[in-house]
């Protein structure tokens, strides 16, 4: 008996004669429920369902319902591990909406308020997402309006709630930080701290030279003296297109201290953004940033 002898009879025999597995041909070809593609009768009730549920209606879950352990909420937060994160539930290091719990094995709720060391924690694993933004895109836009916002752009980059560190005016570009690490969101956003930005610009008319040294020494603004670390004309371009670092994160000090000095912005594009940059990140896109650039934004 040949190979395709033994095989029609293997397989085709028990069909009745006929090969009705999809991946086997045959006249009659039927789908494979070998992945799962099998059909579902709605109709048809569970028995075991029946006698443990007793039909009753099945509850739909409330947001923030699903439970978790204590220990991998702990670990998804970044703290530590989970093998480490029981040393420290053990330890009275964790508490659950105001209480301390040591129980091994606790589960909470998502929307329970956690704390390792007396400060909240989040069980979603940090994301940071790096956008290089188009012009005309809101940062915060109006439904009602229907504007585009920047989180139309970055709709795919996660399934975790990511929000932008800071602001970026509609018809500004460039590179804007996304993340759901509220701690690492609330220490770049702080003025105080100040983050490292650079900013290409293109001005309404060429900046008189004495003007760039005013912007040098400092310019009053009616929030206090706007302080840059460096500003200079680009090279081989007219002198109405400068290069400017700054670290104040104050809301549209850019445009503030230009317009001060009667300068209007025509085109406005943030290139640098602490020690990141837009090298092989064309507009519109972003990226995932790496281990190595978490660390650096965490130690600025």
């Not at 789908?31 to 569970?46: C, F, I, L």
């Not at 603004?221 to 400017?244: H, M, Q």
């Not at 602490?274 to 934004?297: A, C, F, M, Y």
Request: hydrophobic share 30%; proline share 3%; with cysteine.
């Amino acid at each position: 008996m040949s190979r395709n002898d033994r095989s029609s009879g293997s397989r085709g025999d028990r069909a009745g004669g006929r090969a009705k597995s999809g991946r086997q041909g045959g006249k009659e070809r039927n789908k494979s429920h070998a992945r799962g593609n099998a059909p579902v009768n709605r109709n048809e009730k569970d028995p075991k369902r029946s006698m443990s549920r007793g039909n009753a209606p099945v509850k739909k879950k409330q947001a923030g319902s699903e439970l978790m352990r204590l220990n991998k909420y702990v670990a998804n937060a970044g703290i530590c591990s989970r093998r480490d994160a029981d040393i420290y539930i053990a330890a009275g290091n964790v508490t659950v909406n105001g209480k301390v719990v040591t129980e091994m094995g606790y589960k909470v709720q998502l929307n329970d308020e956690v704390k390792f060391d007396g400060r909240r924690i989040n069980p979603e694993k940090p994301e940071y997402v790096l956008l290089n933004k188009p012009k005309g895109f809101y940062v915060t836009g109006s439904l009602e309006k229907k504007n585009r916002t920047v989180m139309d752009l970055i709709a795919n980059a996660s399934k975790s709630k990511l929000d932008p560190v800071g602001k970026l005016d509609t018809q500004a570009t460039g590179l804007l930080l996304f993340t759901n690490d509220g701690a690492m969101a609330k220490k770049l956003a702080n003025p105080t701290n100040g983050i490292r930005q650079i900013y290409h610009l293109e001005l309404d008319k060429e900046l008189a030279y004495d003007d760039l040294q005013k912007i040098k020494t400092g310019v009053n603004l009616e929030d206090g003296t706007v302080k840059v670390t460096d500003i200079s004309y680009v090279e081989n371009k007219p002198k109405r297109e400068v290069g400017l670092e700054i670290r104040s994160t104050k809301n549209h000090i850019v445009q503030r201290l230009f317009k001060s000095l009667n300068y209007e912005i025509v085109k406005l594009d943030r290139v640098v953004y602490g020690g990141l940059t837009k090298k092989d990140l064309p507009r519109g896109h972003w990226r995932v940033l790496s281990k190595q650039e978490i660390i650096n934004l965490g130690n600025m």
